[in-house]
């Protein structure tokens, strides 16, 4: 079967999937200073998707905002795993629960196989969230480039 052969990674990057993902990253941070980016690779290479985010968050430079509200929503797609992680800025406001119930919500779609509507899902609450405390100040700039980062290649 030929559909079987492609990569989840190619069936979740299409075109217009990108173009979702990077619409809600926009629009969640149109109501935040707070600044959201999504890493997606195939595999973990057995190592824990936490573990994984955070060295990715370091590596993004995402702890780079004045306030301390970067989030990274990490994807590992063939092994179906993912994280979600919080600077420290908005961490020590929301705590462990908003994080479990994020999880529970890109878990639920993930078990369908609804990648993209796991992604964007988790992008629209975290920018809920963000907004309630870090709203968006009339100066404000895009710290962090709204980018879709891809693939093992970033250590
Ligand atoms: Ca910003
Ligand atoms: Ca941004």
Redesign the pocket.
């Known amino acids: 079967m030929a559909f079987r052969k492609r990569s989840h990674m190619k069936q979740l990057l299409t075109k217009a999937n990108k173009a979702r993902i990077l619409d809600a990253?926009q629009q969640a941070?149109s109501e935040t200073s707070g600044?959201?980016r999504v890493h997606i690779e195939t595999t973990l290479k057995n190592r824990a998707a936490f573990e994984r985010a955070t060295e990715l968050f370091y590596t993004l430079n995402m702890q780079q905002t004045s306030q301390r509200n970067g989030v990274l929503l990490y994807i590992a797609l063939d092994d179906r795993q993912f994280a979600i992680i919080g600077d420290e800025g908005i961490h020590e406001r929301v705590g462990a629960a908003f994080w479990e119930a994020e999880k529970e919500t890109i878990s639920a779609h993930f078990k369908r196989g609804d990648f993209i509507e796991g992604i964007v899902s988790a992008i629209v609450q975290v920018g809920e969230k963000l907004k309630q405390y870090f709203p968006r100040q009339q100066e404000d700039i895009?710290?962090?480039?709204?980018e879709i980062s891809i693939g093992e290649t970033i250590k």
Do not use: P, Y
């Open positions: 990253i941070e600044e959201i895009d710290e962090l480039r709204n």
